[in-house]
T-cell receptor, first 110, second 114 residues
Framework: GIQVEQSPPDLILQEGANSTLRCNFS?????LQWFHQNPWGQLINLFY???GTKQNGRLSATTVATERYSLLYISSSQTTDSGVYFC????????????FGKGITLSVRP | NAGVMQNPRHLVRRRGQEARLRCSPM?????VYWYRQLPEEGLKFMVY????????ESGMPKERFSAEFPKEGPSILRIQQVVRGDSAAYFC????????????FGSGTQLSVL
């Protein structure tokens, strides 16, 4: 099946700093989503982005499907951005089930 | 418009007991997906259901686990004769159509097996 690799595995930031989170995938995808899991375990859908670039406030994401990677940018980070960020993909013919990466643990310090 | 609702939020069972986890999809959604998350890991797909049909159960363990999504009522994930290794967070997600765009998750059920 499709492989999803996220990097770096852990990230510590000072409040106000910017960061880039990376997701590499091993095959063509129909669907790519970024999720934030907060410290209480809730999964929040950030972006549906199989290709192109999207922005939502301080967050933006870019997927280059031909090169099989996606980037999540966090600008002016806040302590509430802490948590785990997951990239999940739906490979071609995968019957709509998402394969998740292992996540990137982000800690934003005040 | 309520989101995906899961209950209970926390479930404690002793080894050998049964666990029933419930998921009510978002209004207007007829596709339900169950995922399991072990500590320090990402989510693993278990099963994909539509009303009264199991579409893909390739991620379900062959024994003790079953899922249903009846015509009326919530989707149920059932684990019989639980073992300690079943302890995990179980998440449900729903979508309006097959070929999902955004997937919306419930808050999860944390199952602890003593």
């Amino acid at each position: 099946g499709i492989q999803v690799e996220q990097s770096p595995p852990d990230l510590i930031l000072q409040e106000g700093a910017n960061s880039t989170l990376r997701c590499n995938f091993s095959d063509s995808v129909n669907n790519l989503q970024w999720f934030h899991q907060n410290p209480w375990g809730q999964l929040i859908n950030l972006f549906y982005i199989p290709s192109g670039t999207k922005q939502n406030g301080r967050l933006s994401a870019t997927t280059v499907a031909t090169e099989r990677y996606s980037l999540l940018y966090i600008s002016s980070s806040q302590t509430t951005d802490s948590g785990v960020y997951f990239c999940a993909v739906d490979g071609a013919g995968a019957n709509s089930k998402l394969t998740f990466g292992k996540g990137i643990t982000l800690s934003v310090r005040p | 418009n309520a989101g995906v609702m899961q209950n209970p939020r926390h479930l404690v069972r002793r080894r050998g007991q049964e666990a029933r986890l419930r998921c009510s999809p978002m209004k207007g959604h007829s596709h339900v997906y169950w995922y399991r998350q072990l500590p320090e890991e990402g989510l693993k797909f278990m099963v994909y259901l539509q009303k009264e049909n199991i579409i893909d159960e390739s991620g379900m363990p062959k024994e003790r686990f079953s899922a249903e999504f009846p015509k009326e009522g919530p989707s149920i994930l059932r684990i019989q004769q639980v073992v300690r290794g079943d302890s995990a967070a179980y998440f449900c997600a729903s979508s309006r159509d097959r070929g999902i765009e955004k997937l919306f998750f419930g808050s999860g059920t944390q199952l602890s097996v003593l």
